[in-house]
């Protein structure tokens, strides 16, 4: 006789993780394709830029989504949507502080955070295109032609005067970044409220009033848990 299956129907947030894998995959594969032969493929380094922002870029916004989830259900997006569209500076330091429940802050002068930093400026540098007019002189003869700018702006990226550089230790110390700072904020406003997370230097403690009592509140909660459970003392006669 065939027992009846008891199944349960259970309502749950689920976060992809789609879009990390994307990034990475496609990271790794055009730094390998740039490496391969820098001076043809030397054009790939922008979208090597972008698919790493991709990836730690959709990590931050994900601490944001999970933590108004968390607060307000699902409800969420009319809440979080304009934090979402914060510079990629104020809504890392924003989600730290959120996620921490106001006891962690990002730490700006961290080496890591800096590097973060300046990989998004130049990602902005190269993704959002902006030609300005350039006023140079063009020399022309029967046998050739040059062009010369006046007062050329190196810091353009798709400027006439610039050519990508392709350095392979600096491509190679980017992708390092990237796969430190992915499983670094994954997971990252669970594990920042828990009492044993290491800050490291990514991170610094708040010391104010509000959060020492929170940490204490966790530490005692952290303590319950380890205790024993005690039995009732037998009743007197």
Known sequence: MNTPVSTKHIRAGVTSTHGVFTARFAAEHLLAEVISDPRKNDPLVPSYIAALCMGIEGQINSILIEHFFDVVGSKYKEIAKPLLFLNVR???????????????????????????FQLFDLRNRVVHVKQHRKIGTLVKNQQSSSLTIDNPDPSDPYGPEHQWKVDVKQLRSWL??????????????????????NPGTDFLPIVHELATHRRRLRARSANRRLQPTRGRRPARD
């Open 90 to 116: 104020d809504r890392f330091s924003i989600a730290v502080l959120l996620a921490s429940d106001y006891c962690y802050e990002l730490n700006h002068k961290n080496e890591r955070v800096i590097q973060l």
């Open 176 to 197: 390092r970044l990237f796969n430190y700072w992915i499983p670094r904020l994954s997971f990252l406003g669970t594990n920042i409220k828990n009492t044993r997370f």
